[in-house]
């Protein structure tokens, strides 16, 4: 399998070499990987790649899924304009 | 092109026809569709370019949760066209990358804040099962949905539905979405529609994006129903524009008359894989090949048989290996496992398919809540990271409750039984007395369970409920 051609993330083009790599390297738990790679942090934040890279991650430990730690969600959850934050004033 | 003409279940109302630009030029489009699936049925298939590797890219999920159909819409970028409704006189571009900023700013009027009783996340069965319950019991709850459309998945089930006792068995899940959907407008119950729930702080306000602006809605109690999303798996080109998610052929064909493809291979012989691969018989589509990576299907024997009636092959112990196509998939490549699901070098066979259809799982949609605290498991068996509940669906967050697929992957019925549930779980919390008909649904739903396919997620729900 040609790993590069396999994406995980598509948000920021991340593929399944860039994650195997990145965790032969010795990176092993779910938020440095996140760091390192950026993958869940494009406006979908992360509803495909998380789940793909907790199994890949689970294989190459020989672990089961939720033992290296997990991502932490933050709002906003799905892609919205920022310029609603910027408004001022609060109606009722 | 892509119009379905010929449909044994469905017959399509059209909406009027409206014109908008997509890259300057115009593009015919009926009012009431998304705008991907307006691009879609006019032949485009590409609707972005990737940021780094500069690969086309495509809609994949087509109900607002992937985000790989995000276009730019208006001058502003990061616009999911799966769930935005087509107006007169848009303009649509393609997004290159992450996209740039809005080519003016846009103001947004002043933020609302809504004081609520309940509020509910998603118009699926669960949440509309919920809401009917809490309106017939004299609580008008808030429903915020992202779609277009109420009735979540439950609106492009063409299918009849199984579970001899129950009230519903044998009717198709489009008309038990319509009398739901008519039930909650008679009770009046108030909804926002293409409205997006992005953020839940403290177990007490959620923030959406509603009606262009900021809607801060705090309520006591909150029912999230927010479903599940088609999961990705890895193979090479997975992300190639005509990979779709097998529920997303759904919503394209049984909601918007639209045909994926001409010929599909289907990735999994579980209910999904089988029933869409039905359907997509039933809109004109050739079926080349189910593909299952267990040495056995996984849905039901009834399901399996109506597509080998058509002469569709089931493959079993076959894997996908490659999607191959410049901007759009021209061919699969499949290919078959050995008994530790190994890849068996020289059993590699090319498909000439322009659409390969991943019915390979769903996974919570788990994110909101998990902002908020609540306690989460990860269990195999109901699809991902699942929040802990009680047997009345309340979460670790004494005011949020659950129901439908974020409690774990079943099927409309049980999603059903999950709202009535958790809407009767807060009504005997308000003091109403209620008890009786809680314990009827809680016991209607373990009955439901009590079959040979509901044992799986008996034993997932032991890992996640406490007493």
């Known amino acids: 399998m040609n790993e590069k051609n396999v994406i995980i993330c598509r948000c920021e083009d991340v593929t399944l070499r860039d994650v195997i790599d990145a965790i032969r390297s010795g990176i092993t738990d779910m938020e440095s990987l996140k760091r390192k790679l950026q993958f869940g942090t494009g406006p979908c934040q992360g509803k495909t790649c998380i789940p793909l890279v907790e199994k890949v991650l689970a294989r190459e430990l020989g672990k089961k899924i939720g033992e290296s730690g997990k991502i932490t969600s933050r709002p906003p959850e799905s892609p919205v304009p920022f310029g609603i934050f910027e408004s001022s004033g609060e109606e009722k | 092109m892509r119009e379905i003409s010929k449909h044994p279940v469905l017959s399509f109302e059209r909406g009027k026809r409206i014109k908008f630009l997509f890259e300057g030029s115009p593009v015919t489009a009926y009012q009431g569709e998304t705008v991907a699936m307006a691009l879609y049925r006019n032949g485009i298939d590409v609707f972005s370019e990737s940021p780094k590797l500069h690969r086309p890219r495509g809609m994949f999920c087509a109900i607002g949760k992937c985000s790989s159909c995000m276009m730019r819409v208006n001058g502003v970028p990061n616009v999911r066209t799966c769930i935005l409704p087509v107006r007169e006189g848009m303009t649509v571009e393609r997004q290159k990358g992450l996209g740039e900023k809005p080519s003016k700013a846009v103001k947004y009027p002043p933020p609302v804040i809504r004081e609520e009783k309940v509020a509910i996340v998603g118009s699926g069965p669960a949440g509309l099962s919920a809401a009917i319950t809490l309106a017939e019991n004299g609580v008008a709850p808030l429903i915020i949905e992202q779609n277009p459309r109420l009735g979540g998945q439950l609106i492009k089930q063409t299918h009849k539905f199984f579970g001899s006792e129950r009230e519903n068995a044998g009717k198709r899940g ?294």
């Open chain 2, 174 to 467: 489009i008309d038990i979405a319509s009398e739901m959907i008519e039930s909650v407008k008679k009770a009046g119950v108030e909804f926002y529609l293409n409205s997006t729930a992005f953020g839940f702080y403290e177990g007490k306000t959620l923030g959406v994006f509603a009606e262009n602006k900021l809607l801060k809605i705090r309520s006591k109690y909150f029912i999230f129903a927010t479903g599940a999303a088609e999961k990705m798996i890895p193979f090479e080109g997975n992300d190639l524009p005509g990979v779709f998610g097998a529920g997303a052929a759904q919503t394209m064909m049984n909601v918007y008359g639209i045909k994926p493809g001409e010929n599909v291979l289907m990735v999994g012989a579980g209910n999904v894989g089988l029933i869409v691969s039905y359907q997509m018989l039933q809109a004109g589509i050739n079926v080349k090949a189910v593909i299952e990576a267990a040495p056995k299907i996984g849905g039901y024997f009834v399901h399996a048989a109506k597509i080998r009636r058509f002469g569709v092959p089931i493959y079993t112990s076959t894997t996908i290996k490659k999607a191959i196509g410049e901007r759009r998939v021209e061919k699969a490549v499949i290919v078959s496992l050995n008994k530790k699901f190994e890849e068996i070098p020289g059993t590699e066979k090319a498909l000439d398919v322009d659409t390969i259809c991943l019915a390979t799982g769903l996974i919570p949609s788990v994110s909101l809540l998990a902002q908020s605290g609540v306690r989460m498991k990860y269990v195999s068996a109901l699809g991902g990271y699942v929040p802990l509940r009680n047997k009345y669906l309340r979460t670790s967050l004494p005011n949020v409750y659950v129901a439908g697929d974020i409690t774990g992957i079943e099927e409309a019925s049980t999603a059903i039984l999950e709202g009535e549930i958790a809407a009767y779980s807060i009504l005997s919390d308000m003091g109403k007395d209620v008890e009786k008909e809680l314990s009827d649904a809680i016991s209607e739903l373990s009955e439901l369970r009590s079959g040979p396919f509901g044992a799986k997620i008996v034993f997932g729900m032991k890992e996640v409920q406490y007493e």
